[in-house]
C-alpha cells in the first residue's frame, strides 16, 4: 500500500509560478511510475505530467509542455511539478498518482494510489 501526500498548492497572479511536492510512503518508490493529474470544476479530471521510476522518461499534456516541468527525489520518496507561466486555465485540483508497474499511461484507471488532491488557483 502507497500513500500519497501533495502540498504546494495555493494562489498566485497568472504568469506566476508554484511547485507541488507529492510525499510517498512505501519502500519501492523507486519503482513507480508517477503521475500528476488535476480536475477543474465542472471537469473530467486529465492527465498533467508523469514521470518513470528511474526518472528518465517524462510526459506531459500538450498545453504543459515547455510551462511545467515533472521530477522526482528517489531519495526523498518525492515527486514534484514545478508549474511556470501559469494561466487561469490552470486553475483546479492537483492530485498525485501512482502505479508499480508498466509504461507512463495518461488514463485514470490506471493509477492504483491515489493523494487527496492540492488546490491550485492562478487569478488573472
Known amino acids: 500500500q502507497v500513500q500519497l501526500v501533495e502540498s504546494g498548492g495555493g494562489l498566485v497572479q497568472a504568469g506566476g509560478s508554484l511547485r507541488l511536492s507529492c510525499a510517498a510512503s512505501?519502500?519501492?518508490?523507486?519503482?513507480?511510475?508517477m503521475g500528476w493529474f488535476r480536475q477543474a470544476p465542472g471537469k473530467e479530471r486529465e492527465f498533467v505530467a508523469g514521470?518513470?521510476?528511474?526518472?528518465?522518461?517524462?510526459r506531459y499534456r500538450n498545453s504543459v509542455t515547455g510551462r511545467f516541468t515533472i521530477s522526482r527525489d528517489n531519495a526523498k520518496v518525492t515527486v514534484y511539478l514545478q508549474m511556470n507561466s501559469l494561466k487561469p486555465e490552470d486553475t483546479a485540483v492537483y492530485y498525485c498518482?501512482?502505479?508499480?508497474?508498466?509504461?507512463?499511461?495518461?488514463?485514470?484507471?490506471?493509477?492504483?494510489?491515489w493523494g487527496q488532491g492540492t488546490q491550485v488557483t492562478v487569478s488573472s
Open positions: 498518482a501512482g502505479r508499480s508497474i508498466g509504461n507512463i499511461p495518461t488514463t485514470l484507471a490506471e493509477y492504483d494510489y
Open positions: 512505501g519502500r519501492t518508490f523507486s519503482s513507480y511510475v
Open positions: 514521470i518513470s521510476g528511474s526518472g528518465v522518461l517524462k
